[in-house]
C-alpha cells in the first residue's frame, strides 16, 4: 500500500466525523447531483411495474421497431417490447448485479482484510501473497477464467465479478486495520482483555468502514460495467432477461434502421454509471480525503 | 540496486506459482471428473480422446505430482492442446498475441499523451473552466461504456466518414480507433491523479522556493512538481496496464479485430478450457512481468523506495 | 432510352420472381467476361471445419470447399441435368444395382498427379476407412455398412460400384461434393490425419492455398491447367477469378461494414443490412434460397412432447406471418408449410397450396385449451404451466422446454420463446456453435430446436423422418411405420413422379404428427459488389460456385 496512512488519526469521535462528512459531501455539487441521479435511478427500479404498464417481455412483433413516440417514449425493439419498460427492469438487474458483486466481496473480503490486519505475522503474510496471487491476473481475466468453468449466465457472470474485486477489499480492509490497530482505544481494549473477535468488530470494524464504503461505491460502477460488457459478449444475461448489455448487443444489429435501441440502454448504462462514480468521487473526498480506497 | 532487482524478481516467484497453481485447481475444484467436464463443456464433436486428455492433465497421477508435471510443461513453453482447432495453445497463442501487443501498446500510447496533457492541462489553473471541462469530461470517461462507444465510434467514423478503415491488413490507421476506445476509462484515471498529485506536490515547500527564485510556472512545473508528482501516477499506470490487458478482450470482439481477447471469448463461449487456461496463464505472466518492470523503474525514479 | 427502362423493370419483376429458386447473382447480360482479380468474400466466422469433406460437420464447408473439387458426375444445379464430371459417362445395370463410370483421361490432382479409377477408389476408401468419417454425411451417402455392396475398378479408367438394394439416389450422390468430389490420393498419405486442416488436393478450377480456422480464412487460387468444367458452366478453360478468400468475421454489422466500405466484394449479411444495401449505390442484393427442409424439430423422446395435444398447442402459439414480418426477417424468410423448402417442392402447385391446409392456424386460445386438457395448468399464477395429472410426467414439472439454437437463430428464436410464453410454455433459448448443438443434438439432449437440413432433392427426407435414421439425423426420435414404408418406396422407384408422390403423403403424416412444427426460414442474404458478375448457387442453394465467376471494371 504505497498510498498515505495518515488518515482518521482524529477517529474517536465519530459523530463528529460523520456530520463533517455529511457537510464536505453536500458542498459537491457534483456529488450531489450524482446523488439524485442515483437516487432516482433506484426509485425507477424498485418501482418498476408502477412507473410502466408495459411488461419488459411482452412482444409485439408488429409493432417492432417503432420509434419514439407517445405510447412508447423510447421505441420498441427488434422484438416490439417497450423500450422503456425493458431499461427500468434493465436498472432492476444492473443494480442487483452490482450489489451482489459487490456484496460478495465485502462479505469475503473485509473479514479476510481485518483479519489479516489485527493478527500480523504468517497469517497476514500468506494472505498478502494470495492477493498478490489474485491481483497477478490482469483486469478482468480472472473473472474470464471463472466464467470458463462455469459457463454464460447472469450469476456466474455476477459472482465472477465478485471474486475478482475481493483483493480489493482485503487490502483496505488490512491497511485501515493497521492504521488503527495501535491507536490508544484498541490497545487498551486488548490491554482489558477484550476478545479479539470483540475488539475487531466493535473498535476496529466501525473504523475501517469508511474507506470500504468508498470503494464499494466505486466498484458498484465497475461490477455493473463488467457484467453489462459480459452481457454485450454473449456471456452473461441470456434472453430474454432485461439487461441493458444484452440489449445493446441486440440493438447494435439494427442499429443502421433504428438508433434507438443502441442507444438508449448506452444512455442508461452511462447515466447509471456516472451516477454512481459521481456519489462515490463525492464519498471518497468526503470520508477518505488521502484516497486509501481506490477502485478498479 | 541490484539487490532491489534480485528481491522483487525473488518474491515474483512465489506469486508465479501461485497463478500456476490456482489456474491448475481451478478445474480440479468443481466436484467430478475434470475430463468429464472438459469433454461435457468442449465444443467440438471433432473426436475427444479422453484416455488423451487425461494423460495430457496427468490426472492418472497423484495431486502433487500432477501439478508438478503441469509446472513442467509449462516451463518448456507447452501449455497444451486447444480443443477448439485442435491446435497447440502456444502456437494460437503466439500466434494472436502480436495483435494485442500492439493494441494495447497504442493504447497505453494514448494513456500517456492524452491523460499527462490533459492532467498537466488542468493543473495549470486550478477551477479554471477547462479544468472544470477536463474534470467533467474525466468523470464521463471513466464511466464511459468501452462496448457502447466502441460500436459508435464504428458507425460514426469508419462508416459515415470513413476516416478510419474497418477491416484489412495491420497498420497504424486501423489501430487508432480501437486503442483510443480502449485507452479511454485508463486515459480519463491518469489524468485525474496527474492533477491532484501535481496538485499536492505544488503545496510543498520547495515549489514555493522554486517560485520565488522567480522561475516561471511552466518550469517550475517541468522541471520540480512533474518530477515528484509521477511517482504514484506510474504506480497506477502499471495497475491501468491490466486493465487495458483485460479491455482487449471487449475491444477486440466490437471491432473485430484478433487477439488474445478474440481467441479468450470464443475460448470461453465454446467452452474450451484448456485454450482459456493457457491465455489466463499467458496474461497473468505478461502482466506480473510488467509490473515488475515498472517497480524496477519505479525504484530508479525514487531512490526512497529501495530500502521500503 | 424508354424501352431499355421497361426492360429493367421487367428484367427486375422477373427476378422477383425467380426469388424462390436458386438465383444467379446479378445478369450476366451485356458485358463479356474480363479475366483477373481476387475475390474477396465475408462470411460468418464459424470456419473451423476440416476441409475433408469426410469429416466435415458444416454445410458451408462443403460449398466453400467445392470451388476446389469436382465430382465424378455433375448436376445443374439450376435445372437438376446431370452431366458428365470427372466420369465421361455413367451406365446404370439394368437391374439397378450397380453403375459403372468410365473416367475422363485428362485430368491431373493440383499435385500433379493422374486422376483415375485407382483414385477414384482410394476415395472411396477413405471415406470407409477413416474413423473420423464415421456417421458423417460422406459415409452415409455413400452407404457404406448399409446399401454399398462394393466398388472395383475395372481398368484404369473404368470404375463399378455396387448396391445390394436398388438405390435411387446413387446418381445424386456421385454428384454430390461429400461422395462424388476427388482428393487426391497421394495427398492423403502424404498428410495423413492433417489432411483438411493444412492441405486439400483435388481437380477443380481452384486450388487449395490455406485455412485458418483460428483465424477463420479460406484461400484459393485459381487453377491455370482447369480445361476439365462440365458443359453446362457458361466457359471452359481456367476460371475468370485469380483466386478468392473467405473471410470469417463473427459480428454481423462488422460483416455489413465490410461490403459497404469496400472491403470486401461480397458479403453475407443480416436481413437489416441486406434491406438497406441492396439498392445502395454499386451494391447489389442477392437472395438465395436454400434447398432441403427440417424446421423446428421436436424431441419426441421426451414425454412431455409425445402428448399430440402439446405439440399442437406449440403449433397453434406460433404465428409464422408474424415472425417473417419481424426486423430478424424483415420479410426475406420462407413460411414453410411443410418440411419442403420451396426449391425443393417447386412452385407448382407451391407448399402453401398443397399443404397450407395440414397446417394448425395461428390461435393461442386453441393452444391454451388444448394445453389445459392435456393436464398442463399455471396454478400458481408465475405463467408457466404445470403438470396435474399427465402422463408419464411428474406432478407439478414446469413446462419448460430447452431450446438449442445457433448464434444466428438467437433472435428468431426469442420470438418463438415470446409466443409460446403467451400460451404458457417457457423456452430456454441457448446458443452453441454449429458442432457442439450437433453433438447435444444427436444425443438428444434438448426438447425443440430448429433443424434445418440443405439437400439437393427429396432424397434426404429419408435420412430426417426415417425410424432407423435415429439419431442421425432424425434427432427427434421420430417412428411411423407408414412414413418408414412410404420412404422405402421412394427409394425403391425409379419413376420420379411416383417418389413425389410417396414424398408428398410422408409431408403430409409428419404436417399431422407434428414430428416438426414448419416455421419461416432463413433465406441467404447476399450483397455483392455490382461489378462481381457471374456467381452462381451450389447444388443445394447455401453457396457459391465461382467458376464462371468475373469482375468487371
Not at chain 3, 163 to 184: C, I, K, W
Request: hydrophobic content about 45%.
Amino acid at each position: 500500500m504505497r498510498f498515505g496512512l495518515r488518515s482518521f488519526e482524529t477517529s474517536g469521535k465519530q459523530r463528529g466525523l460523520w456530520t463533517d462528512a455529511f457537510r464536505r459531501y453536500r458542498r459537491n455539487k457534483g456529488a450531489m447531483l450524482g446523488m439524485v441521479l442515483l437516487l432516482l435511478i433506484v426509485f425507477a427500479a424498485i418501482m418498476a411495474p408502477w412507473i410502466t404498464k408495459y411488461s419488459p417481455f411482452k412482444q409485439r412483433i408488429r409493432d417492432a421497431l417503432s420509434p419514439p413516440s407517445a405510447s412508447h417514449i423510447f421505441g420498441t425493439d427488434h422484438l416490439g417490447r417497450d423500450l422503456f419498460a425493458r431499461i427500468i427492469y434493465g436498472a432492476r438487474t444492473s443494480l442487483k448485479v452490482g450489489s451482489i458483486a459487490t456484496g460478495i466481496a465485502c462479505c469475503i473480503g473485509i473479514p479476510l482484510g481485518l483479519v489479516s490486519g489485527y493478527y500480523s505475522g504468517w497469517l497476514d503474510t500468506i494472505m498478502m501473497r494470495l492477493v498478490d496471487i489474485l491481483l497477478a491476473f490482469p483486469g478482468m481475466l480472472l473473472a474470464l477464467a471463472i466464467m470458463a468453468i462455469l459457463g454464460p449466465s447472469l450469476s456466474n457472470a455476477m459472482f465472477a465479478a465478485g471474486v475478482y474485486i475481493i483483493p480489493d477489499y482485503v487490502r483496505v480492509a488490512r491497511a485501515s486495520t493497521l492504521a488503527v490497530r495501535e491507536m490508544d482505544y484498541v490497545a487498551s481494549a486488548r490491554a482489558i482483555g477484550c476478545p479479539s473477535w470483540y475488539t475487531i468488530q466493535r473498535h476496529i470494524f466501525p473504523n475501517v468502514l469508511l474507506p470500504l464504503i468508498v470503494l464499494a461505491s466505486l466498484n458498484l460502477a465497475s461490477t455493473i460495467l463488467f457484467v453489462a460488457g459480459l452481457s454485450f459478449l454473449g456471456m452473461g444475461a441470456q434472453p430474454p432477461t432485461a439487461e441493458w448489455g444484452i440489449m445493446l448487443k441486440d440493438g447494435r444489429l439494427y442499429l443502421r434502421q433504428a438508433w434507438w435501441p443502441a442507444v438508449f440502454p448506452g444512455l442508461a448504462l452511462l447515466i447509471s454509471l456516472l451516477a454512481i462514480n459521481m456519489v462515490g468521487e463525492g464519498l471518497r473526498n468526503a470520508l477518505d480525503p488521502r484516497g486509501l480506497a481506490r477502485g478498479r | 540496486m541490484h539487490r532491489y532487482i534480485a528481491w522483487r524478481l525473488l518474491i515474483a516467484i512465489p506469486t508465479l506459482l501461485g497463478v500456476t497453481l490456482l489456474i491448475f485447481s481451478m478445474v480440479r475444484l468443481l466436484p467430478g471428473d475434470p475430463v468429464d467436464f472438459i469433454v461435457a463443456h468442449s465444443s467440438h464433436a471433432v473426436a475427444l480422446d479422453r484416455d488423451l486428455i487425461r494423460r495430457q492433465l496427468g490426472l492418472d497421477l497423484p495431486g502433487p505430482v500432477q501439478y508438478f508435471h503441469y509446472l513442467s510443461r509449462v516451463l518448456r513453453g507447452d501449455l497444451g492442446r486447444a480443443i477448439m482447432f485442435n491446435q497447440s495453445v502456444s502456437e494460437l497463442i503466439r500466434r494472436e498475441l502480436p495483435y494485442t501487443v500492439r493494441l494495447a501498446a497504442l493504447a497505453i500510447s494514448f494513456v500517456v499523451l492524452l491523460g499527462f496533457s490533459f492532467g498537466i492541462l488542468a493543473a495549470l489553473k486550478p477551477n479554471s473552466w477547462y479544468d472544470s471541462a477536463i474534470m467533467a469530461t474525466a468523470v464521463v470517461g471513466v464511466s464511459m461504456p468501452d462496448f457502447w462507444i466502441g460500436m459508435l465510434f464504428i458507425l460514426a467514423f469508419c462508416i459515415k466518414l470513413r476516416w478510419f478503415p474497418l477491416l484489412g491488413p495491420e497498420s497504424l490507421r486501423i489501430l487508432i480507433l480501437p486503442a483510443l476506445v480502449l485507452a479511454l476509462r485508463s486515459t480519463a484515471i491518469i489524468a485525474r491523479m496527474l492533477r491532484s498529485s501535481l496538485l499536492e506536490v505544488m503545496g510543498e515547500d520547495y515549489i514555493r522556493t522554486a517560485r520565488s527564485k522567480g522561475l516561471r510556472e511552466r518550469i517550475v512545473i517541468a522541471k520540480h512538481a512533474l518530477k515528484n508528482a509521477l511517482l504514484p501516477v506510474l504506480t497506477l499506470l502499471g495497475l491501468q496496464l491490466g486493465g487495458l490487458l483485460g479491455g482487449t478482450v471487449i475491444v477486440e470482439n466490437v471491432f473485430a479485430r484478433h487477439g488474445i481477447g478474440y481467441l479468450a471469448v470464443n475460448a470461453i463461449l465454446q467452452r474450451d478450457y484448456p485454450l482459456t487456461q493457457g491465455i489466463v496463464l499467458v496474461m497473468a505472466v505478461v502482466f506480473v512481468g510488467i509490473n515488475l518492470f515498472i517497480d524496477v523503474v519505479y525504484s530508479y525514479v525514487d531512490p526512497r523506495i529501495r530500502y521500503g | 432510352m424508354s424501352s431499355s427502362n421497361g426492360k429493367m423493370i421487367r428484367m427486375s419483376v422477373l427476378l422477383g420472381v425467380m426469388l424462390c429458386v436458386a438465383l444467379v447473382a446479378g445478369p450476366v447480360v451485356g458485358a463479356d467476361p474480363v479475366e483477373g482479380g481476387h475475390l474477396m468474400i465475408a462470411f460468418y466466422s464459424s470456419i473451423q471445419d476440416s476441409a475433408d469433406l469426410c469429416k466435415a460437420t458444416a454445410v458451408y464447408t462443403k460449398m466453400i470447399v467445392a470451388n476446389g473439387l469436382d465430382t465424378l458426375i455433375a448436376k445443374d444445379p439450376a435445372t437438376g441435368q446431370y452431366y458428365p464430371g470427372l466420369a465421361r459417362s455413367w451406365k446404370i445395370s439394368p437391374d439397378g444395382l450397380s453403375v459403372t463410370l468410365v473416367l475422363r483421361e485428362d485430368v491431373t490432382f493440383h499435385d500433379g498427379t493422374p486422376f483415375n479409377a485407382q483414385a477414384v477408389k482410394a476415395n472411396f476408401d477413405h471415406i470407409a476407412n477413416t474413423p473420423d468419417c464415421a456417421g458423417k454425411e460422406a459415409y452415409s451417402k455413400l452407404g457404406v455398412g448399409k446399401s454399398l455392396a462394393g466398388y472395383e475398378v475395372l481398368d484404369e479408367y473404368t470404375i463399378r460400384i455396387t448396391y445390394n438394394q436398388t438405390n435411387a439416389r446413387m446418381v445424386e450422390n456421385l454428384a454430390d461434393p461429400f461422395v462424388g468430389a476427388m482428393h487426391s490420393p497421394a495427398a492423403f498419405e502424404r498428410y495423413g490425419d492433417d489432411y483438411g486442416q493444412k492441405a486439400m488436393v483435388g481437380t477443380g478450377p481452384f486450388v487449395f492455398v490455406e485455412w485458418t480456422g483460428d483465424q477463420g480464412k479460406v484461400v484459393f487460387e485459381r487453377n491455370e491447367d482447369y480445361n476439365w468444367a462440365p458443359e453446362f458452366y457458361g466457359h471452359q478453360g481456367p476460371a475468370y477469378l485469380e483466386g478468392f478468400t473467405v473471410q470469417g468475421i463473427g459480428d454481423p454489422t462488422s460483416r455489413a461494414a465490410a461490403i459497404e466500405i469496400g472491403d470486401v466484394d461480397m458479403a453475407i449479411v443480416e436481413p437489416t443490412d441486406f434491406i438497406r444495401l441492396q439498392d445502395a449505390a454499386g451494391l447489389k442484393g442477392w437472395l438465395q434460397s436454400r434447398k432441403g427442409w427440417g424446421d423446428l424439430s421436436i424431441n419426441l423422446s421426451n414425454p412431455i412432447l409425445q402428448d399430440l395435444r402439446v405439440r399442437q398447442a406449440i403449433a397453434h402459439a406460433i404465428d409464422k406471418e408474424a415472425i417473417n414480418e419481424s426486423p430478424v426477417f424483415q420479410e426475406l424468410g420462407e413460411i414453410k408449410y411443410c418440411e419442403f423448402t420451396e426449391g425443393i417442392w417447386g412452385s407448382d402447385p407451391s407448399p402453401k397450396e398443397e399443404f397450407g391446409k395440414y397446417n394448425l392456424d395461428y390461435d393461442p386460445e386453441q393452444a391454451m385449451a388444448l394445453l389445459e386438457e392435456a393436464g398442463w395448468k399455471d396454478t400458481d399464477g408465475d405463467g408457466v404451466r404445470e403438470a396435474h395429472g399427465v402422463e408419464g410426467v411428474e406432478d407439478g414439472t414446469k413446462l419448460h422446454l430447452l431450446d438449442l439454437v445457433r448464434d444466428y437463430e438467437k433472435s428468431s428464436h426469442e420470438i418463438i420463446q415470446g409466443m409460446l410464453s403467451e400460451v404458457g410454455i417457457k423456452v430456454e433459448v441457448r446458443v452453441h456453435d454449429f458442432a457442439t448443438r450437433e453433438t447435444l443434438l444427436f444425443e438428444g439432449k434438448f426438447d425443440i430446436a430448429p433443424w434445418p437440413t440443405t439437400a439437393q432433392s427429396f432424397f434426404a427426407f429419408n435420412e430426417e423422418m426415417h425410424s432407423e435414421s435415429v439419431p442421425f439425423y432424425n434427432i427427434g426420435f421420430y417412428g411411423n411405420p407408414v412414413v418408414d414404408a412410404l420412404l422405402d418406396g421412394a427409394l425403391a422407384t425409379t419413376d420420379p413422379e411416383l417418389q413425389r408422390e410417396y414424398y408428398r403423403l410422408v409431408a403430409i403424416q409428419v404436417l399431422k404428427d407434428l414430428a416438426s412444427i414448419p416455421t419461416v426460414k432463413i433465406r441467404n442474404t447476399w450483397i455483392l459488389k455490382a461489378e462481381v458478375q457471374g456467381v452462381k448457387s451450389d447444388l443445394m442453394s447455401v453457396g457459391f460456385d465461382l467458376y464462371d465467376a468475373w469482375m468487371g471494371q
